[in-house]
């Protein structure tokens, strides 16, 4: 077996800087919430991908539709030649998005990809070219999509200008302290400032930040955005491609606040690991094209729509949506046992919806980013994967299987709460 080590080496010799890992151990092998590294350490998996792995890694459902579709073929370009896992997916996917007034949907191979597209659409269904993002939001590292995400360093860093216009205006959430008056203010500004909502083509917001640190968005604000964009003649495009398919638990975060998008930009665990990711909308919206508009040598594999469909069956059959719920009131119960006690000092806000859970870490009420690095490497020792995000970079996001096992579970808050007590 090759080592840590010996990968290490590789990587440096060959890998390009520009890609950071957050674990510098090498994953050999994976079954549902547990991982083993190439050295053989086993850990519990709260990362899962980064919210990829909703139905764990390698769901026997998920593998079995997927080696029976590799046994068929592996791929045909939609464009040039049809197959009918795309359109059962898409069928699928229609129903699940009952939200979007006679929904239709185009299949591509990540979540990036799917919100390119969902600019493009934006862009000639409405005639128009400004888009409106928010603070904290995270929408990809593609040049169009990294003009929504509102982070500079490292993601915008030496790139100069970016594709536009693009705007950005404060995001209300009860968990940033940002009011739904405050926010729409800013917006506001912007429409007298900087832009003529006449020629904005699209609103684009996430109603849980990934990225930001899990701040779910107000449900009044996301209420006067469809306001606004109704007056307006603007669309509202939803980023569900981190609190998608079942995260949250809804199906689709926005969900919880009753508002109906124009377009839903989906992803990471559409397909349980495969790489898939699409964006639905209404009909008029994406049938604004022309046949030969939209499209991709790979999007919308085969082997993937296969997956994406065995993960569908999977959501409805175990009651996943259910099943968040619960883990994320056994999360909370777990943190807020932790904030009670000695290593409670470490911690400040903890929030989410479903299992969508985060809590921050601090020191003496102030973000501390260093201090959640350390504890990063202690968990990692303790046998326990964790990712931060953030606008400070202090925020754990905990991303667990739907899937996992509450004994697993519980055994993860125990490693969590003995590396809390040895972090300094």
Known sequence: MTTTAQLNQLRADSVSQGIKTLHPVYMD?????????????????????????????????????AMAQMERFTHSCFNAMPHAPYVQLTSRLAQLCHMLDDPRTMLTSSGAEAMENAIKLARAFTRRTAMIAFDGGFHGRTLATLALTAKVKPYKHHLGPLPGPVYHAAFASPDNGVSREAAMASLERLFKVEIDPADVAAIVIEPIQGEG????????????????????????????IQSGFGRSGKWFAIEHSGVRPDLLVMGKSLAGGFPLAAVSGRGAVMNCLPPGGLGGTYAGNVVACAAALAVCDAMV?????????????????HLRAIAAGPAGRHLGAIRGVGAMR????????????AKLQRLLVLARDNGLLLIAAGEHGNVIRLLPPLTMPLTQLDDGFQRLASSLADLV
Do not use: S
């Open 317 to 333: 059959e175990e009651d996943l949506l259910t099943r968040a719920n619960e883990i994320g009131e056994r999360i909370d119960t």
């Open 358 to 369: 985060a809590f921050e870490i601090v020191t003496d009420g102030k973000p501390d980013a």
């Open 29 to 65: 092998r994976a079954e549902n919430a547990l991982v083993w590294d190439t050295d053989g350490k086993q850990y519990l998996d709260f990362v899962a991908g980064i919210g990829v792995l909703n139905t764990g890694h390698r769901h026997p459902r998920v593998m079995a539709a």
């Open 213 to 240: 640190g899990f701040l779910q968005a107000d449900t009044g604000f996301l209420q006067d955005l469809r306001q606004v964009c109704d007056q307006h003649g603007i669309l509202l495009i939803v980023d569900e």
